[in-house]
């Protein structure tokens, strides 16, 4: 894994971060009686990404990280439900739905090879995180 001095270094945040942005105008015009619904749900679970990136990364240890890393991926998971929801709902037309697809493949795809590297730094010992 590249050594990083923060979080932010980390393309898998920033690409978290990218997508919980793109949730928040996709949602922004979508019923106020979702509001408390879908709209707030979606958004929490956009923004879940980097944030359990961030977090994970503060613990400094391997175990940890990697518990986070997975409820990110979690979370990417509800973010893909919901926006398929949204669509079927008629709340974002297909196109926008279209366009959000390959960001959310890249991110899973990420989080996937993350999680995987760190699985191998526990298998080989490696408890605590390498920092700068």
Same mark, same amino acid.
């Given at each position: 894994?590249?050594?990083?001095?923060?979080?932010?270094?980390?393309?898998?945040?920033?690409?978290?971060?990218?997508?919980?942005?793109?949730?928040?105008?996709?949602?922004?015009?979508?019923?106020?009686?979702? #509001?408390?619904?879908?709209?707030?749900? *979606?958004?929490?679970?956009?923004?879940?990404?980097?944030?359990?990136?961030?977090?994970?990364?503060?613990?400094?240890?391997?175990?940890?990280?990697?518990?986070?890393?997975?409820?990110?991926?979690?979370? *990417?998971?509800?973010?893909?439900?919901?926006?398929?929801?949204?669509?079927?709902?008629?709340?974002?037309?297909?196109?926008?739905?279209?366009?959000?697809?390959?960001?959310?493949?890249?991110?899973?795809?990420?989080?996937?090879?993350?999680?995987?590297? #760190?699985?191998?730094?526990?298998?080989?010992?490696?408890?605590? #995180?390498?920092?700068?």
């Amino acid at each position: 894994m590249e050594k990083v001095r923060s979080y932010k270094d980390l393309k898998v945040w920033q690409k978290g971060a990218d997508l919980a942005l793109e949730v928040y105008v996709l949602s922004k015009n979508f019923p106020k009686d979702e #509001l408390y619904g879908l709209t707030s749900q *979606l958004r929490r679970a956009a923004i879940s990404i980097p944030s359990n990136i961030a977090e994970g990364s503060e613990r400094k240890a391997v175990r940890d990280f990697l518990r986070f890393v997975r409820i990110a991926s979690g979370s *990417l998971a509800e973010v893909e439900t919901q926006l398929y929801m949204a669509f079927r709902l008629g709340y974002i037309a297909e196109g926008e739905y279209q366009n959000v697809q390959p960001l959310m493949a890249e991110i899973g795809r990420m989080l996937n090879g993350f999680a995987n590297n #760190l699985a191998e730094q526990l298998a080989t010992g490696d408890r605590l #995180l390498a920092t700068s």
